[in-house]
């Protein structure tokens, strides 16, 4: 039986995070997949896709964090995902909590570079993910995290 392909917003801040959700493209295979990040240059990463860039914000920039917010909440009213995967930090996250709100289903998987805890958004994450992964099988968790492999 065949599925029905889905709408995908993969979203992550730049750096390691850009680059392991970039490693996660082929299994969005066959998908509508957008993007979204905080460096426009990522562009070129991702050229047959849809993207947007969005303000880069942490949690000590309130007003920046309100705009990311905005800017996300425009692009899940625009682009109406089914699934919005993330592999952190502060857009990903933010972009979890309002697609958990707006009823679409999330997916966070947790930075290979924290190797003995979890990430900060993604401890934060975990409530608000469907589906909540970290990379290291001794931080995988019978109530979550679940380890199912890295990306590397």
């Not at 952190?88 to 570079?113: C, N």
């Amino acid at each position: 039986m065949e599925t029905k392909p889905k709408k995908i917003l993969a979203i992550a801040s730049g750096g390691g995070h850009w680059v392991q959700l970039r490693r996660l493209m082929p299994a969005f295979e066959g998908h509508d997949v957008v993007f979204a990040t905080v460096n426009p240059a990522y562009r070129s990463d991702v050229a047959d896709y849809k993207f947007y860039t969005v303000t880069d914000a942490t949690r000590w920039d309130r007003l920046k964090l309100v705009r990311l917010v905005l800017e996300l909440v425009w692009l899940l009213l625009r682009q109406r995902p089914d699934v919005v995967i993330s592999t952190g930090a502060a857009p990903g996250y933010i972009a979890l909590r309002l697609a958990k709100w707006m009823r679409i289903r999330t997916v966070w998987i947790d930075s290979i570079a924290n190797v003995e805890r979890l990430s900060l958004s993604g401890e934060w994450a975990g409530g608000f993910a469907d589906l909540w992964l970290t990379q290291w099988a001794h931080l995988g968790q019978p109530d979550g995290p679940a380890y199912r492999g890295s990306v590397l």
